[in-house]
């Protein structure tokens, strides 16, 4: 027979952990978490030389918690006395935080398949059998490397697949892609000794959104400046959309939509982002906006499925973009809040103020535009 659970949590990353939490802060102990792999799974698997672009800081004091805290009273930088943590760091931080609040969490439980019945959803994995009256989607994107509809993009290397520089052989790469991810990548190459171009369609080098989800992060900016002065500037070409790769004995060849095309000995190095997975596993249970990102409801709720909501860096809200933890986590009271207010179920209001008391708690969307006058 299924265990059944009022909530089921689907990802043990930030944000299943972060809802998980807040959860138990609540004395809300009907859920499982469940976790293909293991606890910040994604973050294990990050580059060797990526660091988040969100700085830490201990503020909590003041009512501004670690921007990468996913709960108030916690601060990686307090942990490892760092402000831009490894991925796998953080994965640390995050298994401290889901033993502290004694989470029930199965590892190694890949879901694979979500079935609407009248009442509740039966979520089979690769395990047993589970049921729940709430689906909580906090997979991610870290998975699922978006690969642009670049015919022939099993010739290349995504920026996922690179753990270290070390493992590129080579001088000269090419680097498709003008974002974070890209401008990261190039500069440790370059920084590494290696001669780099860069291949883009539009570049966050060139943005003047102050909004950090568009814009570069400062600390990417600063590296971006040092590699510059290393040596010389590193190419960056704009209006260049990769079309297609294809390999003649040693030479890789890469055709733009603008006509144009290059010859290299190395394979092309996509730095192209990445798409939620739900897109491709659950792609049944949502709607979705041109730009792949689930369509949700002002609730955070699946348009098309009741009682299945979605935290993490693939929610979306028209032009607002919540893909930093220091963003999403706002999301996480919210969601309880709508779950609990259907069940009839007495919130804390302790918990609730202390989630607002530190900007951990919001409802409205509407002024969450960046501006900066300077």
């Avoid at 689907?10 to 138990?24: D, F, H």
């Avoid at 974070?180 to 570049?203: F, P, Q, R």
């Avoid at 949502?286 to 348009?303: C, H, I, R, V, Y």
Wanted: aromatic share 12%.
């Amino acid at each position: 027979m299924s265990k059944h659970y009022k909530v089921a949590i689907i990802g043990a990353g930030a944000s299943g952990i972060g809802m998980g939490c807040l959860l138990s802060q609540f004395n809300w102990n009907d859920f499982i978490i469940l976790e293909q792999e293991t606890i910040g799974n994604s973050f294990l698997h990050w580059p060797e030389y990526t660091r988040f672009i969100t700085p830490s800081f201990t503020t909590n004091g003041f009512g501004f918690p670690d921007l990468n805290a996913i709960v108030p009273d916690t601060s990686p930088a307090y942990t490892f006395g760092k402000e831009h943590l490894s991925g796998k760091e953080y994965a640390t931080y995050l298994k401290g935080v889901a033993t502290y609040y004694e989470l029930p969490i199965k590892e190694h439980s890949q879901v694979t398949l979500i079935k609407s019945q009248p009442t509740f959803y039966v979520i089979k994995t690769d395990q047993t059998t589970y049921t729940a009256n709430y689906v909580i989607m906090a997979t991610g994107e870290y998975g699922y490397p978006h690969m642009a509809d670049i015919q022939g993009n099993h010739l290349a290397r995504h920026y996922s697949d690179i753990q270290n520089i070390d493992q590129l052989q080579g001088h000269h790469f090419n680097v498709i892609g003008g974002n974070e991810s890209a401008i990261d990548l190039a500069t440790n190459l370059y920084l590494n000794g290696k001669e780099v171009n860069i291949y883009t369609d539009h570049t966050g080098l060139d943005s003047h959104v102050p909004d950090p989800s568009i814009n570069l992060a400062p600390i990417t900016k600063e590296h971006w400046q040092r590699a510059n002065r290393y040596r010389q500037n590193i190419p960056v070409y704009t209006n260049h959309q990769l079309k297609f790769i294809d390999k003649t004995q040693e030479t890789y060849r890469l055709t733009f939509t603008n006509g144009e095309q290059i010859t290299s000995a190395t394979p092309p190095l996509l730095a192209t982002g990445f798409e939620p997975i739900i897109k491709r596993q659950f792609y049944h249970l949502f709607d979705f906006m041109p730009n792949g990102k689930p369509l949700l409801t002002a609730q955070d709720e699946s348009t098309c499925a009741k009682n299945i909501f979605v935290i993490g860096p693939s929610v979306q809200h028209n032009q607002v973009i919540l893909c930093y933890i220091y963003k999403f986590r706002q999301r996480f009271l919210p969601i309880i809040e709508t779950i609990a207010q259907r069940e009839k179920y007495p919130l804390n209001p302790k918990i609730i103020s202390w989630y607002q008391q530190n900007a951990m708690a919001m409802n409205e969307l509407d002024p969450c535009c960046v501006n900066c006058h300077c």
